[in-house]
């Protein structure tokens, strides 16, 4: 599969002065729901992986401590200038979602939009992400996602070689990488086209042995 760390930062930047055309409006209703899901309370330190141009900006409260990640650092200062418009106090740091470079149990959220199914290694995200949140802590997912009840076809995989490489894999199902990395799926929503995005709520156990 042609899909690196490295050809990411490189495709992300080339993409990032038409990214905004191209997912703004798309996705406004489907990051709107996603994020509703959270139990947001004032205060919390929260994490935005993979925060591509800063699009979910508008519809995160204003009373958290907000820090932002993304591997390519023309979307970082994309989202450091939207975060300028919006007069948002936001931490902005080039980042790879795979090797986070915070301490265990540091955040009460993270935010992981359409970054799992992009991830060369989504199992190695995951598991960075459930480092980083404190016990019980909330990761909010959306993403397009394999239905969990089967696996991806021999046609969605051949299609998938092209498709990862220019955009995003088709062939992940979210149960098993959620679950795999230690978290528990508190809700599940399909959001867009006939449920192939998908908008999920899953929460770090509080007492954990991971």
Known sequence: MFNTTAWNRLRYTAYAPFY????????RRPRRIALGQVDWEPGMRVLLVGAGTGLDLPFLPCDIELHATD???AMVKRIAKRAETLRRDVECCVMDAEELDYPDEHFDAVIMHLIIAVMPNPHKGLTEAHRVLKPGGQL???DKFQP???????G????????????????RQAQ???TDAGFLIRHDEP????GL????????PSTSNR
């Open 197 to 204: 995005f998908r908008a999920l709520l899953a929460a770090k």
């Open 140 to 142: 909010c997912v959306l």
């Open 176 to 178: 098993p990488l959620l």
């Open 20 to 27: 905004d055309t191209v997912a703004a409006r798309a996705f």
């Open 71 to 73: 591997i390519a650092p």
């Open 156 to 171: 969605r995989r051949f299609l998938n070689q092209l498709t990862s490489a220019l955009a995003t894999d088709i062939t």
């Open 191 to 194: 959001v867009l086209m006939n």
């Open 148 to 154: 969990d009840t089967h696996p991806a076809g021999a």
